[in-house]
């Protein structure tokens, strides 16, 4: 990067409908016409008076609002038994049922169900455990197949069937008990959206890797990526929002408008950052550092190194078009066609380990397609499954040649052990060992 370059950098245009899509899917939530389940189930779409409300959005955002209220839902939720080990986005929300009232004051929404988010992350299965026990509603699960070692045809066909049978079962059920009749041709319009809001994610991330400056950090990328995702609303608006989202980025990049306006490193993460102190990106860019994202910003997924030593980002591996799709239970077999592993194929193609893929070359292949020149990488010390193998990353990424630092705290959505002064004086000390040093 050019010593001294200083790129132009501008508001960014999408920002006010992201704020209306967010106050939109808040006002859904309250609504006391529609059934309320706890969860991220993919299919809720197809029921026009369904809302599915799912724990990171809140958890994250209050501790990101407030820190004294998220501490007093978490101590609500530790008084009934619920330990600090316990993730600190469930134990705020948690405890925002215990009180009653959301951050705002707000009453807090009671569910009607419960269908628990497949457990990617060592405790989603557990999420919805107290909201049943709390007000002794239904509630359904679905499985995240996984198994480690090569892929095997065989166990993806059968994983597959049983995540079908799975959710035809919570659609057959919730007409049932809600009276709710599923619109099947929704669940087309499902599929479509879904595809269509991640092929726009995939190539917003294919844009920022490939430009310099960035017109993306990803603290303007957190900001949105839950929108159609974990923060479900309406699918038309939401493709035209990420369609925005995509045209700037583009126009951005076309005119070297910059994230960070003084860019001469790069680094990434691997997982979620603590949420009540986003400042730290912010104080990179003192040293012209823009973080470049993450696999839980980008979204994880399969980087195919070619032999010229490119690496593409196709995302995951899409359903075939001519399968034949006749049924309810054939709509639901491809909405939710993934298969046992999250769609690593070409690993499996290439004989090795799925899990090394994942916990090993899938990190440093990001770093390499963001062009990231180092990394921070945070230990979790409890309530985060994904801080397993952290370290041994950290050594994979040094050999790629990336500079590393790590840094302690308690988990994304519970600032309780992370020293914030500590954190920015290891900041300090790791850009300045690269010869780094702040601009006025």
């Not at 998220?70 to 609500?76: E, I």
């Not at 040649?401 to 900041?427: A, N």
């Not at 060992?433 to 006025?440: A, C, E, I, P």
Request: proline residues 4%; glycine residues 8%.
């Amino acid at each position: 990067m050019a010593k001294g370059q200083l790129w132009e950098t501008r508001p960014l245009e999408f920002w006010a409908k992201a704020k209306e899509l967010r106050a939109g899917y808040e006002d859904s939530a309250k609504s006391t016409s529609n059934v309320v389940a706890q969860g991220n189930w993919e299919l809720a779409p197809a029921f026009p008076a369904l809302t599915v409300i799912h724990d990171n959005p809140i958890g994250s955002m209050i501790q990101a609002k407030n820190d004294a209220f998220a501490r007093k839902a978490r101590l609500a939720s530790e008084i009934r038994g619920w330990g600090r080990e316990l993730c600190g986005y469930v134990g705020t929300c948690w405890g925002c049922q215990f009180l009653g009232y959301l951050e705002d004051g707000s009453p807090w929404q009671k569910r009607q169900l419960v269908i628990p988010h497949p457990c990617q992350c060592d405790q989603h299965a557990k999420r919805g455990q107290q909201a049943r026990d709390f007000e002794n509603m239904p509630q359904w699960g679905s499985d995240a197949c996984m198994y480690v070692g090569e892929e095997d045809d065989e166990r993806e066909k059968a994983f597959l069937e049983h995540n079908t049978y799975c959710n035809l079962r919570v659609v057959n059920d919730i007409e049932r008990i809600f009276g709710q009749q599923c619109d099947d041709e929704k669940l087309v319009q499902v599929l479509r959206d879904r595809s269509a809001t991640q092929a726009a994610r995939r190539e917003i991330t294919r844009i920022c890797a490939s430009t310099i400056p960035s017109p993306l950090s990803v603290k303007d990328t957190y900001s949105i990526f839950t929108l159609g995702g974990l923060t479900k609303v309406d699918p038309e608006e939401t493709n035209k929002f990420w369609r925005m989202v995509v045209d700037e980025v583009k126009w951005r990049a076309d005119n070297h408008i910059a994230a960070v306006a003084n860019e001469r490193f790069r680094w990434i993460e691997a997982h979620p950052p603590s949420w009540h102190y986003l400042k730290y990106y912010r104080y990179m860019e003192d040293y012209g550092a823009v973080c470049m994202g993450s696999q839980y910003s980008n979204g994880s997924g399969m980087y195919i190194t070619h032999p010229d030593g490119t690496i593409e980002y196709p995302g995951a591996k899409q359903w075939p078009e001519d399968t034949p799709i006749e049924t309810r239970e054939d709509f639901i077999r491809v909405c939710i066609s993934r298969d046992g592993r999250a769609s690593f194929g070409e690993a499996g193609a290439m004989g090795m380990k799925v899990d090394e893929y994942i916990h090993r070359d899938m990190i440093v292949k990001f770093a390499k397609f963001m062009q990231a020149d180092g990394a921070l990488l945070a230990i979790w010390r409890h309530g985060v499954g994904c801080t397993l193998t952290r370290k041994e990353q950290a050594m994979y990424l040094k050999e790629a040649g990336l500079s590393v630092m790590h840094y302690e705290g308690s988990q994304p959505g519970d600032r309780t052990d992370l020293d914030e002064h500590r954190l920015l004086d290891q900041l300090d000390h790791w850009m300045q060992s690269l010869g780094l040093r702040k601009f006025d």
